[in-house]
């Protein structure tokens, strides 16, 4: 344990050392503080733990976490803490050893590809998922003998065998390289591909042509090199590049950004992580180590519990629109204005955002006459609507899912809105270029939703499909504050983005309308947009609290807006009858 200190503790508190002081300049008060949680969990080794439980619809997004990466680091040095443990304890079973061994592994990673069909997320960060993984590595050392010299019994260094090993390998990590990617429920069991190519390479030793040609090359040897301090360095540097630029930085950026990781890893390397772990020689080197780690949690600790210290002078910049630009004052609105939805089915299986149901009403003791249903763009619309019909009792019932007859998440929902009488009128929104972008996915989801809008008419419902509103590839805090070191905004951007994600789905949506000629779709592309511009202002107000999701201002701008559009300010009462707007 000693040595792992020396090996991971210096590279490590410099990084962090020097993130957070850059963050003090240029984070906003929010920031800092989730930096500054971020900063305790590293120095502890629980980064996947935190970020786990910060993921979520709703959570910011990935490039804007500075200290993002160090979830796997946090993985490792858990499984260095229990793998000891585990091989004191089977170490007298000298016959079983191997086979307790592979039994691990095989759970682990049997588990692995249960949590990628079920909680990808769980997947993704849990260290029960992930010790599969590493115990490949203690599964291939394991037959090296005292000397250190491999096992031959299947083709020694060198071998036939061992070149063919090599060649394998490769082949599987580059076809990790090309086949892996976003779209994956990865890990799962797409992370055979990196680890048994990485587990055939080394078993294939290095005197293979493979080994040789590539892996044993002097720029491959240096890059191995400072590979650890290159991975503490690159996500820093291009997560506050993000941030700086408040979207993707041009190529130029990033060009620059894998020199500046580079150059920082090798000065680390040489002038931080080799004197220390090698040239000194101080008594209480392993203890000095640790107290520096423990300080930085405690700094991180603090920051948090500070709130990210909103009286720094980077707060002070000019704000150049109003508008909230946090999920949690947008949903504690709901919790002080409007009333928990009260259909005991519906809330027993809504969503939670920290504690808080997702499932409102703007009446309390009263039936409901005008039903949301959708996803999170359906959420955001409540509070406008409810707000500019203050004659309805309005709610909204949300789910992840296409809101689908077909959808298991929306039976209940759709049970309950198709056999209530007051609820007269249902307006149907959802992120739609999101969940229809798949290849099929469009022609499915016509039969799904013809057949859900014809049940919902059958039941004299008045329907109303929205399409939906612009999604942007920047952050609203660019938009509302001057970035430090920058001093820009941006609060546009240009139409063409919104029309090709409009391309996605509303071909498909308009083929239901033409099937359902009752339903009324509303399309909102002009509230955000002129004919070459989307701005997610409107009169020196943001109305985004992040890319795609409206807050409190917003709300109240497009419930308004389609409060007359929809002529819904007509319906005193539920009528049991269909109208047309």
């Known amino acids: 344990y000693a040595r792992r200190v020396k090996r991971i503790f210096p590279a490590l508190i410099l990084v962090l050392a020097l993130s957070f002081v850059f963050a003090w300049f ?338 309390p003791d009263a039936p409901v006459n005008l039903a949301i249903l959708g996803d999170s763009h359906a959420e955001h619309l409540f509070l406008g609507l409810a707000e500019a019909l203050p004659h309805l009792n309005v709610a909204f019932y949300t789910k992840g899912a296409l809101p689908v007859l077909g959808a298991s998440e929306f039976q209940v929902i759709f049970k309950h809105v198709l056999s209530t009488e007051s609820i007269h009128s249902v307006l149907i929104a959802a992120n739609w270029e999101g969940k229809l972008k798949e290849p099929g996915a469009p022609e499915k989801f016509v039969m799904d939703f013809d057949q859900t809008l014809k049940a919902l008419r059958a039941a004299d419902k008045r329907v109303f499909v929205m399409t939906d509103l612009p999604q942007f590839d920047f952050d609203p805090q660019r938009c509302k504050f001057q970035r430090p070191l920058t001093q820009s905004t941006q609060c546009d951007e240009p139409r063409q983005a919104y029309i090709t994600e409009r391309q996605v789905y509303l071909p498909a949506l308009q083929r239901v309308q033409n099937l359902n000629p009752g339903t009324q779709l509303l399309d909102v592309s002009d509230l955000m947009c002129t004919d070459h511009v989307c701005s997610m202002t409107r009169d020196k107000q943001l109305l985004y609290r992040d890319n795609n999701h409206l807050n409190i201002l917003g709300s109240q701008f497009v419930g308004a807006q389609i409060a007359a559009k929809l002529k819904l300010t007509q319906l005193s009462h539920p009528t049991g009858q269909t109208q047309q707007p």
């Open 26 to 363: 240029v984070l906003f008060a929010d920031e800092l503080k989730q930096l500054g949680n971020h900063v305790l969990r590293a120095a502890v080794f629980l980064s996947n733990f935190v970020l786990w439980r910060e993921s979520g619809y709703f959570d910011n997004a990935a490039e804007t976490k500075p200290l993002l990466h160090l979830w796997s680091l946090g993985i490792e040095e858990q499984f260095y803490v229990v793998w000891p443990l585990i091989v004191w304890s089977i170490w007298r079973l000298k016959a079983w050893r191997w086979q307790l061994m592979c039994v691990l592994a095989v759970t682990s990673f049997a588990w692995n590809v249960y949590q990628s069909q079920h909680d990808l997320t769980h997947d993704f960060y849990s260290p029960l998922t992930r010790f599969w993984e590493l115990l490949c590595g203690a599964l291939l050392a394991y037959p090296y003998t005292a000397s250190r010299q491999p096992n031959h019994s299947v083709g020694g260094v060198g071998s036939a065998s061992a070149q063919i090993r090599t060649v394998l390998g490769a082949l599987l990590l580059v076809m990790a390289i090309f086949l892996i990617n976003s779209d994956q429920r990865f890990p799962g069991a797409w992370a055979l591909l990196p680890v048994v190519g990485a587990v055939l390479v080394i078993s294939g030793g290095g005197q293979t042509w493979v080994s040789q040609t590539i892996f044993a090359n002097p720029f491959a040897v240096w890059i191995g090199t400072i590979s650890y301090p290159l991975y503490l360095w690159h996500w820093p540097i291009f997560s506050y590049a993000r941030i700086i630029e408040g979207g993707t930085p041009s190529l130029a950026f990033r060009v620059s950004a894998i020199g500046a990781s580079i150059a920082l890893a090798w000065l680390t390397f040489k002038w931080i992580e080799k004197p220390l772990r090698f040239s000194w020689t101080f008594r209480y080197k392993t203890m000095v180590l640790v107290f520096a780690m423990a300080g930085l949690g405690s700094l991180g600790y603090v920051t948090n519990k500070m709130n990210g210290y909103p009286m720094r002078a980077v707060m002070q910049q000019q704000v150049m629109h109003v508008g909230d630009i946090s999920h949690d004052e947008f949903h504690n609105y709901f919790q002080q204005h409007f009333s928990p939805c009260e259909e005991p089915s519906i809330q027993k299986s809504a969503e939670v955002w920290r504690g808080m149901v997702r499932c409102f009403q703007s009446k």
